[in-house]
């Protein structure tokens, strides 16, 4: 049958080309290049050594979004310098806003969990696009750099819909939120709203939420009791990995990134830069990693016929040097996976065999004419009451009020709070807090002046007149969003 589907490949950095090709040899044997046409694209390493910023080429960028699928390999980050992850880069450029991934026992992979006859099948859901991910930073002061949050209803909205709709798919019964809103109470409290409110589109599927503390602490001790958890970008990072630890590694883990139009499987590991060139790595989670990217495609017949050798393999004892039983030899990357080849056709034994499924081919939605601004178009009523001004001084936080008192003074706004690292330091303050040399300053409206009455260009002029005598970092403008207020007090007030 000629290839009706398209794949873009980038084999990636280190252990990524030896992974790869032998994922690619499998897949061949289970006749999925008659189905697939492989598309190889230049990303990583070799592309930023060639000075390109990116670390992806022109060209690449074009037969990736031509594809709509890449499958690609581990790479390299460079360290310093101020070069981006070309991994990072790539899950933004494309907006492929979940990252799920899907943790399972797997027979021959020894963890506490199977010793303890636990057997472990769950998934993460991360949220790939926002939080500290943005990768917005600054310095602010001589000792101060920040990292801004950043996270949206839009985006929230995407990611646990994507979670409700592949729960559904995949027959699970519950959903966990995983979050930090009893410290975030804004940023990770939309998060679990916009969960609470998706939720009820999928009324046959519980859902529940827990701190992601406490999620950690359970995931370890009772790990049965979660099918799947939904997280923010960097507590996903976190909690997936210790998915990973769970059920052997990340040598075992795969990972989906999903958007609307583009999709990317990887491994989840990195480049393995001390085993690189020698052939003794472990193909299993980006062969693991190519079955999701199968499925997707809606080669489900095929998924299936290499997993079960993939299992069958697992079962006989075929290991790479990374994990098995020590006291077996270890095989290379080429023979185990020629191991799994010659196991095409066969069922594991021990465990229960992967489906066929039905398998639907993905469809993408018609390729965008320009950048969307996706909205939740709640047309709130805003109004400003005051603004946060960031200082770097080196002030004492009395010395500081009464040099802010002076600013305001005929002014519509008062001064109704001195914070240092989110905690209060005027008009209330300890002795015992230490202060750095970043301050938030906030003004408020005075008595008597109504909101809705004062715009934004009086708390500017009212900056300005700071930044004659101060080094006025950032500010935040203070508004209240249909009456409700629009930004979280200081620790202490
Ligand atoms: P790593 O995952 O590459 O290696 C950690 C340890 O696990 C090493 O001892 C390595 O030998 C072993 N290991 C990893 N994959 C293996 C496999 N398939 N078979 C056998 N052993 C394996 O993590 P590290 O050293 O922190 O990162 C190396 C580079 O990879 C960095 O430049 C990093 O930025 C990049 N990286 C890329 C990722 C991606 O492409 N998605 C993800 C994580 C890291």
Redesign the pocket.
């Known amino acids: 049958m000629a290839s009706t589907l398209s794949v873009a490949v980038a084999a990636?950095?280190?252990?990524g080309p030896e992974?790869m090709a032998a994922t690619l040899d499998l897949f061949q044997a289970a006749g999925v290049h008659e189905r697939v046409a492989f598309r190889p694209v230049e990303m990583g390493a070799a592309v930023f050594a060639k000075g390109n910023s990116r670390g992806i080429t022109d060209e690449a960028i074009r037969v990736v979004e031509d594809c709509g699928v890449l499958f690609?390999?581990?790479?390299?980050?460079p360290?310093g310098g101020g070069g981006k992850?070309i991994?990072v880069t790539a899950r933004k450029l494309w907006n492929t806003y979940a990252n799920l991934r899907v943790f399972k026992s797997l027979p021959g992979v020894e963890t506490v969990y199977s010793k303890a006859g636990l057997t472990i099948n769950m998934a993460i859901v991360r949220e790939n696009i926002e939080d500290t991910y943005g990768g917005v930073e600054h310095r602010l002061s001589q000792d101060t750099i920040q990292c801004k949050r950043l996270i949206t209803a839009p985006g929230c909205d995407q990611v646990h819909r994507f979670a409700f709709h592949t729960a559904r798919a995949m027959g699970l019964t519950r959903v966990h939120c995983g979050h930090k809103a009893n410290i975030m109470k804004m940023t990770d409290g939309l998060f679990l709203d916009r969960f609470r409110r998706a939720a009820q589109d999928f009324p046959e599927i519980e859902s529940a939420d827990v701190i992601v503390d406490a999620l950690c602490m359970n995931l370890v001790v009772r790990p049965q009791t979660y099918q799947m958890v939904v997280l923010p970008n960097l507590q996903g990072d976190i909690v997936s990995d210790l998915c990973a630890g769970l059920v052997g590694?990340?040598?075992f883990a795969p990972?989906a990134n999903i958007g609307n139009h583009m999709a990317i499987f990887?491994?989840?590991?990195?480049?393995?830069?001390?085993?690189a060139g020698r052939g003794?790595?472990?193909?299993?989670?980006?062969i693991l990693s190519g079955l999701m990217m199968l499925r997707h495609l809606g080669l489900g017949r095929e998924a299936a016929a290499i997993e079960n050798a993939l299992l069958a393999t697992l079962e006989s004892g075929a290991r790479?040097?990374?994990f098995g039983d020590k006291a077996s030899p270890a095989l290379g990357t080429a023979a185990f996976t020629r191991a799994i080849i010659d196991r095409l056709g066969q069922s594991p034994r021990t465990v229960p065999a992967a489906a066929a499924g039905a398998g639907s081919p993905f469809e993408r939605g018609p390729r965008p004419t320009g950048q969307q601004v996706i909205r939740t178009f709640k047309n709130l009523v805003t109004q400003v009451v005051g603004c946060d001004v960031y200082l770097d001084s080196p002030l004492a936080p009395v010395s500081l009020a009464e040099e802010m008192q002076r600013a305001c003074a005929d002014t519509p706004f008062r001064l109704t709070l001195i914070s240092n690292r989110g905690t209060q330091v005027w008009p209330v303050g300890s002795v015992f807090t230490e202060c750095v040399d970043y301050y938030r300053v906030r003004f408020e409206l005075r008595d008597g002046v109504p909101a809705g009455t004062i715009g934004q260009s009086r708390a500017l002029a009212l900056l300005a007149r700071i930044a004659e005598a101060f080094t006025v970092c950032s500010y935040e403008l203070l508004r209240t969003f249909d009456g409700v207020k629009g930004y979280s007090m200081a620790q202490g007030q």
């Open positions: 990636g950095d280190g252990i992974i690609k390999g581990p790479m390299e980050t360290k992850s991994n590694g990340l040598g990972s990887e491994a989840v590991h990195g480049t393995a830069p001390d085993i003794v790595a472990n193909p299993t989670s980006l790479t040097g990374d």
